[in-house]
């Protein structure tokens, strides 16, 4: 008897699944033959889905409003594509037919956004959130649309001093963000919460440095675990400690009214993969309205950045 790779998926997997099938020996992702694919194109090669992307973004918009449905949340959500994900044209405006916004990281965004809008893509009611380190040209480029009059666009601080840089080339009123250094998960291999502000330092820096600010004022903490959302102890510990550093910032604070919590949704990169999206999103959702409802402070609004999902 000769074995067959589909006997060991077929043992191994739920099969077929919604993406894949075989059908008289051939395997089709999506009702596409990749037989034919790989017969025009050859071998080794990566494939972008389009419709996927849109039915992953309104699959987790889907799963946010009905999270906030079912505890009576007051705040809005705001799906942002992290463009460092896939800088594709045809993936950018597939991904921005969905009402979505956008996460930046480099000063090469910034050129991508204006082909976008002079294509009339995308207008200046754009969210813009502009995370990572901010060199000269970053800071450049981010301040020329904020004097430009687009003006949901974000810089997230990852350090104190860009704010001084902001501050020098930004000549109108500004709505910013603080990125929360997290603490590291034990044993994680990668030391990043040098990424941002460290929890004890951001009450400090906000009354030495915004509370009398006449140009910049705080809009958003920003929030994000480089493990991803998981359902473990770690996890839910860092959004209650950042929910909690929000609470305590919105009672001297009244302009803020948004937490980014960045993104981290898995995407299905194994036949066997298995992740309750509902059930991590409706928990999300409640657990920072429990904790501002117990802190008396009105619910935030929600944005994600969400990239790998988006275009995985």
Known sequence: MKNKYIDLVEQSFEFPQDEFRVEDGALYFHDIPMMDVIGQYGTPLKISYLPKISSQIQRAKRMFNVAMAK????????????????????VLEEALKNDIHIETSSAFDFNLIESLYDSKIVDKDLYIICNGYKKDTYIANI??????GWHN??????????????DAAVN???????????????KFEFYTSRLGIRY????????EKLSHNKKFSLKMLHFFINTGIKDN??????LGK??????????????LDSLNIGGGLPIKNTLGMDYDYEYMIEEVVAQIKSICNS???????IFTEFGSYTVG
């Open 143 to 148: 301040a020329q649309f904020i004097n430009d």
């Open 295 to 301: 802190r008396g402070v009105e619910e935030p609004n």
């Open 200 to 207: 004890k330092d951001i009450m400090p820096f906000y009354q």
């Open 172 to 186: 109108v009123p500004t709505r910013i963000g603080i990125r929360i250094a997290a603490e590291e998960e034990p």
């Open 242 to 255: 950042c929910v909690n550093v929000y609470c305590n910032l919105k009672a001297v604070c009244p302009t």
């Open 233 to 238: 102890a770690y996890y839910w510990n860092e």
């Open 71 to 90: 505890v009576d949340y007051q705040g809005d959500y705001h799906y942002c594509y992290c463009t460092k994900s896939s800088h594709f044209s045809f």
């Open 153 to 166: 666009t974000i810089p997230i601080l990852d350090n104190m001093p860009e704010l001084d840089q902001l």
